[in-house]
């Protein structure tokens, strides 16, 4: 095993394959807070890249309800139940060391315990068994709605107590996508070397003609988004809907263009777009790429699960009603301030929330033009700023404000549906 800087857990780690990226990363911002768990993002995936023969049970984009669904189900729980057994065996603990948090490069600490590259027995470490995983049995692919909207209550009956800042009786729902990870598992594992990460945005894809579905990608991906085609045996995942990040979309007059599932998002809780790589894997940095600011300013989105080392590039703004006990287990230790920054923004932080679902071209910039204050109280104040967006040819895709605007429908038209 080579080893590798993962940034996520704010340190060196064991992968099978020495350090490389790509010039840009696919990345991508879901604020769970505004998630209505609608599907239409499920569907829209769906009815774009999975309605054929043989893909029945494939749900690259799925949205699960937390704490009880999962697609399959019980992923994570699995696979965290795996990584605490090898924990004990070796008779270490899973947890963060928080000294360093806020470096850019140990952002949320350290990470003390093994990644699911480093948990596997060394008698297992034979060239196919890179990575702790399992495969998903069949039943576990069945129910891709299970629990869905289902509460966890710590007493068990509904309370009268539902303010902010933590409920006690509780659920949210987690949008869950291939994370194009930065230190694949599904790549590390497959004994095909069928699996490869693009030099323009780093998306992960499966060469079909490659695999010979051995699973050894679906056995590995600790977040299970490696999916076996029974019909044509072969592996198949999300895409990254590549063809529209290379701008080839018909609408996109050869802009690079963001994913179905995130251009389809009712609740506007999804942004996406591409960063730039420093050789070494860092971020460029670039305070005006709006995934950039989130995530490595503001730190207002986090991993999922970064404890599994894989680097996933999919980034969430986690729910404030949720006890953070979970959330730590969930997001890593950046879970305390990401909160306490969404639920007090920063000027700055308000205005870019807003680029959101704004356009279906990728914002590589924005800019704010300064606006009056609306409101105020002890602990923040709200500017009605002007928040433009720019692709990457530099051309303004999108000019919106903080304070929408309030349109009062003429009386002539009551009722006139
Ligand atoms: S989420 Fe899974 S399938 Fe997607 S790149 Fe990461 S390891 Fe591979
Ligand atoms: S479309 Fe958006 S709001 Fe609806 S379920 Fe998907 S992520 Fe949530």
């Avoid at 769970?32 to 239409?40: D, K, M, S, Y």
Wanted: glycine residues 6%; contains cysteine.
């Amino acid at each position: 095993m080579a080893e590798v800087y993962n940034w996520q857990i704010g340190r060196k780690m064991e992968y099978p394959y020495e350090e490389k990226h790509p010039k840009f990363q696919f990345a991508a911002v879901f604020n769970i807070n505004r998630c209505i768990g609608c599907q239409t993002c499920t569907m829209a995936c769906k009815a774009t890249w999975t309605f054929s023969d043989g893909q029945e049970y494939m749900w690259w984009n799925n949205v699960e309800t937390k704490p009880y669904g999962g697609y399959p189900q019980h992923w994570d729980i699995k696979i965290l139940q795996l990584l605490h057994d090898e924990h004990q065996k070796a008779g270490k603990e899973m947890v963060w060391n928080k000294n360093g948090k806020s470096q850019n490069d140990t952002p949320y600490g350290k990470y003390e315990g093994m990644t699911i590259f480093e948990a596997v027995p060394s008698y297992r470490k034979d060239g196919h068994n890179v990575a702790l995983g399992y495969i998903p049995s069949d039943k576990e692919w069945r129910y891709p709605n299970y629990g869905e909207d289902v509460p966890y209550s710590f007493t068990r009956e509904f309370i009268k107590e539902t303010d902010l800042p933590e409920h006690k009786v509780w659920f949210f729902y987690l949008q869950r996508i291939c994370n194009h990870c930065s230190y694949p598992a599904c790549l590390a594992a497959c004994p095909r070397k069928a699996i490869y990460k693009r030099e323009e945005d780093g998306i992960v894809l499966i060469d079909q003609k490659r695999c010979r579905g051995y699973q050894k990608c679906v056995e590995a991906c600790p977040y299970k988004k490696a999916m076996y085609r029974g019909n044509t045996k072969v592996s198949e995942k999300c895409i990254g809907c590549y063809p529209r990040i290379e701008g080839d979309d018909p609408l996109s007059e050869g802009e690079p263009m963001e994913t179905r599932c995130v251009t389809s998002c009712v609740g506007k809780i999804r942004l996406q777009g591409l960063v730039e790589i420093n050789q070494d894997g860092s971020w460029k940095e670039d305070e005006s790429n709006p995934i950039y600011y989130l995530v490595k300013v503001e730190k207002v989105a986090l991993p999922l699960y970064p404890q599994f080392g894989t680097g996933p590039n999919v980034y969430y703004i986690p729910p404030r009603w949720v006890p953070k006990e979970y959330l730590r287990q969930m997001f890593g230790p950046g879970v305390d301030d990401a909160i306490e920054k969404y639920s007090y923004p920063s000027r700055k932080l308000l205005a870019v929330l807003q680029l959101f679902r704004t356009t279906q071209k990728i914002i590589f910039k924005y800019e704010i033009k300064e606006g009056e204050k609306i409101f105020e109280n002890e602990k923040w104040a709200m500017y009605n700023d002007t928040v433009i967006g720019y692709s990457k040819n530099g051309k303004e895709i999108v000019r919106t404000t903080v304070e929408e605007p309030f349109f009062i429908r003429d009386l002539k038209h009551y009722n006139s549906i």
